[in-house]
């Protein structure tokens, strides 16, 4: 079996309250590939943004391990993309100058005009190259969304961390970044761990969806593997009865209360 780029065991997160442990999760066992698009899907409250920013390295887990590159997490890096959601950009400065940021942390080497160079690059890759002096109040909300997906990536991070990124835009932009994150992800094969509670979302995007359980002590209860072959068309999707039954599944799933199946299909 190949070294998967990311695996989590054992992975667990406690907090102690003056009512006693407050178990998270438990149990996390999870290996993703290099390329690989997964997503982590659940109820609200069930542990899926614990698990993925304890990867992020912004806390640290009470159990079990999480090892990147084989080197274990023990802090933020930039190693990692991060894509919350909110976009979180510097409202004075330019789109280019916040992409430009993050440049500079893993390209300090390169001139100025380098650096700037390599911020427009990223930006044209999201469609933003018209927009790159524009200030962040000037955007739309999907237009700040695609600037720090373009943050994200202009680290050239090993590992794309995803945390609802689309769940605060209306239906027809978040369809529309959907899209373009899929047509990036096709060109450049980043290796992706999304949270979404988006059983549609998670079907178009994903190579394989993991299945939290309910709170509190959530754990994987069940790996789907996406059965659809890419390049993915979102209406081609809706003409396959395939994708019917397996949106059917995750859904029974989310509706039985998240029951403990550790079985892959």
């Known amino acids: 079996m190949n070294t998967p780029l990311l695996e989590l065991s054992q992975l667990g997160k406690t907090y102690e309250t003056p009512q006693g442990p407050a178990v998270i999760v438990r ?130 991070p090993k590992i794309l961390l995803l945390d609802e990124p689309f769940s605060l835009l209306d239906a027809l932009t978040r369809m529309e970044l959907q899209d373009e994150l899929l047509r990036i992800w096709e060109r450049h094969r980043k290796t992706v761990l999304m949270v979404t509670h988006d059983v549609d979302e998670a079907l178009l995007l994903a190579d394989r969806i993991v299945m939290m359980t309910n709170g509190p002590a959530a754990t994987i209860g069940k790996i789907m593997t996406v059965p659809f072959a890419r390049p993915r068309v979102r209406a081609e999707l809706a003409d396959n009865p395939e994708y019917y039954r397996a949106r059917d599944s995750l859904i029974a799933f989310l509706e039985g209360q998240g029951t403990a199946l550790p079985k892959e299909d």
């Open 27 to 156: 149990d996390v066992n999870l290996r993703v590939e290099e390329g690989e698009f997964v997503c982590l899907i659940g109820h609200s409250g069930c542990g899926k943004s614990t698990v993925l920013s304890i990867v992020m390295g912004l806390i640290e887990p009470s159990a079990g391990s999480a090892i990147l590159g084989n080197r274990e997490i023990d802090g933020p890096g930039t190693n990692r993309g991060v894509v919350f959601q909110s976009p979180s950009l510097f409202p004075w400065l330019s789109v280019v100058q916040n992409i430009q940021l993050a440049v500079d942390q893993v390209k300090p080497n390169l001139s100025a005009a380098e650096r700037l160079a390599c911020a427009k690059e990223t930006l044209a890759l999201v469609g933003l190259a018209d927009e790159a002096d524009c200030r962040p109040a000037e955007l739309s909300a999907g237009m700040r969304q695609r600037a720090g997906i373009a943050r994200a990536l202009a680290v050239d």
